[in-house]
Structure formats: C-alpha cells, structure tokens
C-alpha cells in the first residue's frame, strides 16, 4: 500500500488535544466522500483521492466575526484551527486590503473593480495564509519539523514562520529560482536546499522525504487538507470587505489550483452559514501560456489535465502538474467561467499596466491575473458591467527581472537647472 507515509506518521503521534482542530471534525475524499479521523493524511485509503477538512459548523455571526482580530483568525470557527490559536507564535497573516481600481477600471473599460492585495502579508505573498493554518496543524499533530517543496512564496512563508514559532524548517526549492526569494528565505535561517530540477521534481523529492522521515510536515503534501483551508481566508475577506456579499466576477491564478478552489469553497461555506446572501459568481483561472496545463483542458474540454515541462517567467505560477487542477476545470465550468493564459510578455506589460494605474507592484504571478482579465474582456468571456475583483498575490519587488528591461529613469543629468530644464521640459539650453 503507498499509504505507508499517513500511516506510519500517524503510529507516532499522540493524539490530538481536544479542539486542537477547532469546529474541524474529520476528513472527507473529494472523490469518493469516504471519511478518515482527523490527522496526518492526505489521501484516501479506499481510492487514494485527496482529502479535504469536513466540519461540524456551529452558528457563527457577522458580528461575532467582526470583533476579531484584523488577520485571518477571526476566522477561527471556520478554520481547523484551535480556539487559543492567537496566543501561539505565528505569522497573523490576511486582511489585506481591497482596492477599489477605479484608474484600471476605466482603462479595461469595467464599471467596477477591485484589487485582492495580498502582497500586505508578512513574507509578501497569499502564503502566509496556507502555512499558517498547516504550521498549527503541524503542532497539534506533535510533527516536529516544518517543510516544503517551494516555487519561492512557500519558501518565504516556511522559513519565516518556522523561525517565529522556533520550529526547524527544511525548504527546498528549484536551484533556478529567482534571486530574491532565494535571498528572501535564507535570511530566515533553517535549512534550504536547491535541488537539480524543475518544481515537479523537487515536489516529487518532498514525497519520498515524507515517507522515509518520521513526524515531518511537509506543509503542502502530507498536512495538505489543512494548508489548503488557508486559501478560503481570502474568500471571506473579499466577502467581508464587500459588505458581506459575494463578487459577481473573481479572477485568480492558478499553480497547483488549491487557492482557486478553496476560495470557492469559502463563498459556499459563507452562504451555508447565512453570513452571506446566495448570489451567483464566476470564476475565472489564470495562467502563463508557458506553464498553462490547466487552461489547455479548459479549452480541450477535457477533465484530465495533461503535465507540461514549465517556461515561463511566472515561476510561483509554474507547476507542470497541479494537483487540484481537475477541480478547477469543475469550478470554472460550475460557475460558467474559464481558465486563460497569458504570454510572458502579456505578464510584463500586466504588472506595468496595475502598476501604472493604481500603484500596486505586483509580481509576475500578479501580472497573469491582470493580463488575462485584459484578455478575458477582449474575448467577451468577462461581463465589464458586472462587479470584479481580481487577486494579487505576490509582490514585485521578488521578481524584479520581470521589469529590469523595461523600466528606469528617462534621463540622467547634470545637477544643474539647465540641464533639468533641457531633458524634462524640453526647454532649448
Ligand atoms: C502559490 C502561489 C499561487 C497559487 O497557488 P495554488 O494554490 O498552488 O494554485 C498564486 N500566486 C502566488 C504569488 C503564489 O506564490
Ligand atoms: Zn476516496
């Protein structure tokens, strides 16, 4: 059986302390629905599906929600978190802001929008948000190292809240990485180790590592299920920021496809819980062309998603094999959306366009989604009368390549008035 690694680590924990797992009550396979105990799994041991978190919902009000703390754990009853999570070392990740991009509107020729900035958050990126809740599972789980397989944002978020909460972290990463999330996570101490290979490659290291260490988290592998829940905190903030009503329109891009979903799976728990209105979305995934197995379905139509060898410069974006790429094309097509991709040239000129018209430097996963909602409303797909909000979820001060070429000052000049009234004012010397 190739469950060796859940079962295994589950001979070596204790069990979980009562609530350790908040209003979480088990786990559930997403392809056949047969549950598992809460714990160290992540695949079903009937059809080997992933698992996701089931809960046992008490009522929750906007109020009660409302008087929590400005981060992701005012979301704690509908997290697999514990009641006392605030008072543990971590990062306090979420409530970034929202927006409102009246100068992009106007350029794309939409009547309302919004930026999801999640470059707010402590490491610069949405993963703050994912390692937080696997770093609580970790500890409630009596797992004693904190690691990952990383396309850079994990790396940061690993590394940084690992020193915070003084747990070891192991991070590896492709050696080919950009720089400064090279630089961005070393400086967090731990362990980092570049490996010869594309993502796909390292994440399949991370897998045979899980199995062969005893009580290691590898925070999007073998505590997936919970890692994953992270993602639906941007829901709820959108919902939140809104008013508490659902977007008519997301835009999100995509890696593996775990944000995407969950994100979903937030909107449906908000209305099941009465904290929203039902209302209908859609939503969109985004992709780079060069690492875009997912819109490829999308477009073929098929429910499969076929691996790519990834080439692009969206690196946090470049996984060839997305494990929740199947439930993406579900979403996408439950919700009447789609899922685009863009060229790396089209990223480029999508930071600088965000950035040029509402001040937000976006790294280049960040340029996907503005490329492709660009490109969305050119094909028709996206309604511009309808309310939108688009996710940035990196910043650009990480992929600064992106821009390099592109960018600088217009003109380099003596220090007097003469020479500055000669270049910007075009004035004759
Ligand atoms: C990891 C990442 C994503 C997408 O994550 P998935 O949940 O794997 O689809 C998006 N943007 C940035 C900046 C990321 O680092
Ligand atoms: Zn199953």
Known sequence: MSTSIIDTAAAVSPAPRPGAFGNATHLVCRECRATRPLGPHYACADCFGPLETGYDFPAVTRAEIEAGPKNIWRYQPLLPVPADITESRNMEPGFTRLLRADNLARELGLSRLWVKDDSGNPTHSFKDRVVAIALSAARELGMKVFACPSTGNLANAVAAAGARAGVRTVVLIPENLERPKILTTAVYGGTLVAVRGNYDDVNRLASEIAGEEEGWAFVNVNVRPYYAEGSKTLGFEVAEQLGWRLPRQVVVPVASGSQLTKVDKGFTELVRLGL????????????????????????????????????????SLAIGNPADGPYVLDVARRTGGAVEDVTDDEVRDGIELLARTEGVFAETAGGVTVATLKKLIAGGRLDPDAETVVFNTGDGLKTLDAVADRVGPGSTIDPTYAAFASSVLGRPR
């Open 276 to 315: 929203v209105e039902e209302s209908p979305y859609t939503m969109f995934g985004a992709q780079a062309t060069g690492c875009s197995p997912v819109a490829r379905a999308f477009k073929e139509g098929h429910d499969a998603v076929r691996p790519v060898r990834p080439d692009t410069i969206a690196k």
